[in-house]
């Protein structure tokens, strides 16, 4: 391994941190509607839970209702217990095939403790990028020490890293200035 494969890896690495802590931006409910709020609720779907995604069609009606349509008839109600029994905190209700989902409207001290959420996942993401950065720093010591590399070499290397964790950290603060912008603003 070189000092250009530990500096790869750790760009790799940090772009999964980002989309993946994007991912978790997404399931954070800000009070317009957005069919991937439904992606974690599962349903019973002959004996197996599957995502809801997975047997009806999730679909915006407005910018505040979510329509969930069955492919099978008898999913209306499982899948309608299941976005209820959800901590998701929505009320469904059906109207023939259709599901609607309205999104209630945010209370100012629930966005706050939204606000609170999003900066307490940003900083998930920034420690794991941190991490990262301790690793791709052992790796060049441990290079260093087994006289694979020169000690500038290995400086150099460390230096890189931080300026590339500064970057992913301002990144993932931005993500969440804009996020809290978003919950603040509905």
């Known amino acids: 391994m070189s000092i250009a494969d530990i500096k790869k890896s750790f760009e790799q690495k940090s772009a999964k941190s980002i ?3 994007k991912h978790e931006l997404t399931k954070i409910r800000t009070g317009r509607a957005h069919p991937g709020i439904l992606d974690q609720v599962q349903v019973e779907y002959y004996g197996s839970m ?18 969930v349509q069955p492919w099978e008839k008898g ?11 959800s901590d998701l905190g929505l009320n469904p209700a059906s ?3 259709l599901i609607r989902v309205p999104m209630p409207p945010l ?6 403790e939204l606000t609170k959420v999003v900066r307490n996942a940003g ?10 950065r301790r690793d791709a720093n052992e790796q060049a010591k441990k290079m260093l020490k087994d006289k694979l590399i020169p000690e500038d070499d290995e400086r150099r290397s460390t230096e890189d890293i931080q300026k590339l964790t500064d970057k992913t950290i301002a990144e993932i603060d931005k993500l969440i200035q804009g996020k809290e912008a978003e919950i603040l603003a509905v």
């Open 95 to 97: 109207q023939g095939d």
């Open 19 to 21: 989309e993946a802590f």
């Open 75 to 85: 999913l209306s109600q499982k899948i309608e217990k299941a976005i209820r029994e």
């Open 107 to 112: 209370t100012e001290e629930r966005r706050k």
């Open 123 to 132: 900083e998930d993401a920034k420690v794991a990028v941190r991490n990262l």
């Open 50 to 67: 599957v995502p809801i995604s997975q047997v009806a069609n999730v679909s915006l009606l407005d910018a505040r209702t979510i329509s």
